[in-house]
């Protein structure tokens, strides 16, 4: 942890790779709370993996690949949220076909793209330790909007989470509503696309929220929590990556899981104590 710490002091890359893990704690605490309380981390995924497509295809026309991945990501959570509201039993099939074919998509594209192709695999994991000034940047905007459109829509985003038909019946927008908060998964997603890559970025968004849910009652809370857990699992995993020589993306994951597999097994054995 020292060495980490005199490195941190010294190399501009380290201190950019910490700023874009606390960035990143924002929207998968604030966005991961829905996506857990919802229960739609299946298509969180399917949005999350789909977006390689999107990014193959800006590489290959010369432009910034999170730009396709945010162009994909959302056009994936609109077609998602209005299948999954007019029917609901082909959901499951749509989402692993834009899953897999979104994917394939993106290594054709990648494949083909003039020059020197882009290494895959950072896409995939993440490398957090490339993160640039300018995506420190970009991430501070999207966590500003996602900030934004939750201050603005909490309460219609909470009734739709719990009881959608109570609050069709209260009038509120349950469609709009739904496919807004979509739209905020697909810009978390790619908030999170540097830091642990397409592969593991369901995990750093449902993670730290779903442990923070063992906890707390609240939304509120859930979030404040699941935001502290992600700040937690980034700098920590960093760390410890650092040291080790390991991908920090990975160890991230790692952290958060076994994180999650202590609590879950802690508050069952206490469980059982108290019932005994």
Not at 172 to 181: C, H, I, P, S, W
Request: net charge neutral.
């Amino acid at each position: 942890m020292n060495e980490f710490l005199q490195a941190l002091s010294q190399h501009a890359f380290l201190q950019h790779a910490l700023a874009a893990g606390l960035l990143a704690s924002v929207g998968c605490g604030v966005v991961g709370t829905y996506v857990v309380v919802k229960r739609i981390a299946f298509l969180a995924g399917g949005i999350a993996h789909a977006v390689l497509g999107g990014m193959g295809v800006a590489y290959y026309l010369g432009a910034d690949p999170l730009w396709g991945a945010l162009a994909a990501a959302l056009v994936t959570a609109f077609l998602v949220g209005w299948v999954s509201l007019r029917w609901r039993q082909h959901e499951d099939t749509l989402v692993g076909a834009l899953w897999a074919v979104g994917m394939a998509v993106g290594v054709l594209f990648l494949s083909r793209a003039p020059g020197y192709g882009p290494d895959l695999m950072s896409y995939l994991f993440g490398n957090i330790l490339m993160v640039t000034r300018e995506d420190l940047y970009l991430m501070a905007a999207i966590d500003g909007g996602i900030l934004l459109v939750v201050g603005v829509l909490y309460k219609p985003f909470l009734a739709v989470c719990f009881d959608d038909e109570h609050a069709l019946l209260r009038g509120v927008r349950v469609e709009l509503v739904y496919l807004l908060l979509l739209a905020l998964v697909a810009v978390t997603v790619v908030l999170l696309i540097r830091v642990v890559g397409l592969i593991l970025v369901i995990a750093l968004l449902t993670l730290p929220a779903a442990i923070a849910a063992q906890y707390v009652g609240s939304i509120g809370r859930m979030m404040l929590l699941a935001t502290a857990l992600g700040a937690t699992f980034t700098s920590g995993g960093l760390a410890l990556s650092y040291g080790a020589d390991l991908p920090s993306g990975s160890v991230i994951i790692v952290l958060a899981g076994l994180a999650y597999l202590a609590s879950t097994l802690g508050r069952e054995a206490v469980r059982r104590r108290v019932l005994r």
